[in-house]
């Protein structure tokens, strides 16, 4: 294992520090005093695991295929933006358009998330991209979603608190949405409907609810006891009357 001190390198040294250090063979790296360096693991490939001590800037693993990223800490806009293979793993809060056109992977988020998460997420053959979020979203969650798999798990919430934004969902035209719990349609966008869980999806659940306790060292029956609500679009092309073709 290797340790790297990123205190006071730009997001340029620091990557390319990183990088030199996954060619060379390092499998296992730890970056402490990181503050706001952009896009680490950025279109890194391989299976290697990186630990990060601090507040990863934007684009933590965009266009990363293959390593695991456990942030000890919170994280900043655009985690795992088109990221296409890995886990990255949360353990505070992250912002804004959190897999933003993700197209594989999985990305487990202890805390809250902000605006237009999932944003464009895409599937394409046996890749199925994943976000499970433990606490709340903002607005336009899900938004244009095209595959993949939302989890909004509304843990540790005030009394009152909204787990989710308005227009979630909005321009949804393929994926699945999953959330704990009961929605009020007002926070629905007009693309999507509530659906029970099916057996299968039940049976996921379980698998997705346990690794994501496994990451955060919680109860996963205490969080599977209530039921969950499955947002699904109503058609996959919600825009075609609005074009020629």
Do not use: W
């Not at 903002?138 to 979603?145: A, C, R, S, T």
């Amino acid at each position: 294992m290797e340790t790297l001190n990123a205190r006071g390198l730009s997001y340029q040294v620091l990557n390319e520090s990183i990088r030199t250090l996954l060619d060379n063979g390092c499998r296992e790296l730890v970056l402490k005093n990181v503050n706001g360096q952009r896009y680490i693991g950025a279109g890194v490939q391989g299976r290697a695991r990186l630990e990060i001590y601090g507040v990863p800037g934007n684009n933590l693993a965009a266009l990363m295929d293959g390593l695991e990223i456990e942030v000890f800490g919170n994280a900043q806009d655009g985690v795992g933006n088109t990221m296409n293979d890995g886990t990255v793993i949360i353990h505070g809060n992250a912002t804004d358009i959190a897999g933003y056109s993700m197209r594989g992977g999985r990305i487990f988020i202890r805390g809250n998330v902000g605006y237009r998460v999932g944003i464009h997420m895409k599937a394409f053959r046996e890749k199925n991209p994943l976000i499970v979020i433990g606490g709340k979203a903002g607005d336009f969650f899900g938004e244009y979603m095209a595959g993949g798999t939302l989890v909004l798990l509304g843990l540790d919430l005030q009394p009152g608190e909204a787990m989710v934004g308005n227009f979630v969902g909005t321009g949804m035209h393929g994926g699945e949405i999953f959330i704990r719990g009961q929605v009020d349609t007002f926070y629905l966008g007009k693309e999507v409907k509530a659906v029970p869980p099916t057996a299968a999806d039940q049976k996921r659940l379980r698998e997705i609810v346990g690794d994501f306790a496994r990451y955060f060292d919680l109860e996963a029956e205490k969080i599977l006891a209530r039921p969950f609500t499955k947002l699904i679009p109503y058609n996959k092309r919600p825009y075609g009357t609005l074009y020629a073709y």
